[in-house]
């Protein structure tokens, strides 16, 4: 077990593509099963269009309906360019369903060059990110929603039926900027590629913009992805993609090498502050059954509370 001052730590399950296109509906059941029978309470879903993977509004709807305690969180979603009225509909409706197992988590960018065509926005891309996520929050929340900004106008807008509770809107980013926003509009933060010193510096830079906006972010509410190079699989292939994203830092602050290189990197991001944590396979994995028995032995034991 890892302590932390700031709460309990939680460690999720990513999923990567599936083996090949055949696969990919049986290979997602197969996930789905192997989670729900096992002790991890999250899995997370990628917005990678052009790639072998379920979306992840659709697959957080299967996982959820296919499951009764599993938590199903999209990480992370490309916000600009879909209708923030449509998504508000779509997310409310899947948290009436599935209560407190709904974890959406949202970006401004396609992670890859191809998708980002797939997204277009009315306008500048950031301007159009951060109204959107204004216009999102008030729809989950409010009765009756009137908005008449740069790129969107609603005129007494109504989301029905709205959660007891209101969704938690967790953000990405690694820039500057990028924490900033965390600090002024959302509710969380997970990170991708960075290292255990750089997230405990953009916690503080997200708590200071956060405090500046007379806002709080929860204390619990700090995580960041991992990445694992599993035992039998290129461990070469999955340090130089750290690289190809992260050139000016070391890819063994960014990968863990094998389980216990998984746990360490848990360990240091821990002192600095996370407590949440993805977990996520550098290549397709054979077996999920097995390596979830893996992850729940070698990893599981970390987490706290």
Do not use: C
Request: proline residues 6%; glycine residues 8%.
């Amino acid at each position: 077990m890892v302590d932390s001052p700031h709460g309990k730590v939680r460690i999720g399950v990513g999923l990567l593509g599936a083996r090949s296109l055949a696969e990919l509906g049986s290979e997602f059941d197969e996930v789905v099963d192997a989670l729900d029978k096992s002790s991890v309470d999250s899995l997370w879903l990628a917005d990678l269009a052009s790639k072998p993977v379920i979306d992840p509004m659709v697959g957080s709807t299967w996982a959820a309906a296919r499951t009764r305690r599993l938590k199903v969180g999209t990480g992370v979603t490309v916000l600009p360019g879909r209708n923030p009225m449509l998504l508000a509909a779509e997310l409310a409706s899947l948290a009436v369903l599935a209560p407190k197992r709904i974890l959406p988590v949202f970006g401004i960018r396609a992670a890859s060059p191809e998708d980002r065509q797939l997204h277009p926005a009315p306008g500048r891309l950031v301007a159009v990110f951060e109204e959107s996520l204004v216009v999102l929050r008030r729809l989950l929340t409010e009765e009756s929603v009137t908005h008449h900004g740069e790129f969107f106008t609603l005129d007494d807008a109504t989301i029905l039926p709205r959660p007891d509770r209101p969704l938690d809107l967790w953000l990405g980013g690694r820039a500057e900027a990028g924490l900033r926003r965390v600090g002024r509009l959302a509710d969380g933060w997970l990170a991708s590629y960075l290292t255990p010193a750089e997230t405990a510096r953009a916690r503080t830079v997200i708590e200071n913009a956060a405090r500046d906006a007379g806002r709080t972010i929860e204390d619990d509410h700090y995580g960041t992805n991992i990445w694992i190079a599993l035992p039998g699989t290129d461990l070469d292939a999955a340090l130089e993609r750290a690289t190809v994203q992260r050139p000016d830092a070391d890819p063994r602050d960014l990968v863990g090498l094998g389980w216990n290189g998984a746990a360490e990197l848990i360990r240091r991001h821990v002192d600095s502050g996370l407590t949440k944590f993805v977990v996520r396979p550098s290549a397709p994995v054979d077996d999920w059954f097995t390596y979830l028995d893996r992850f729940t032995e070698e990893l599981g034991a970390l987490e706290s509370g």
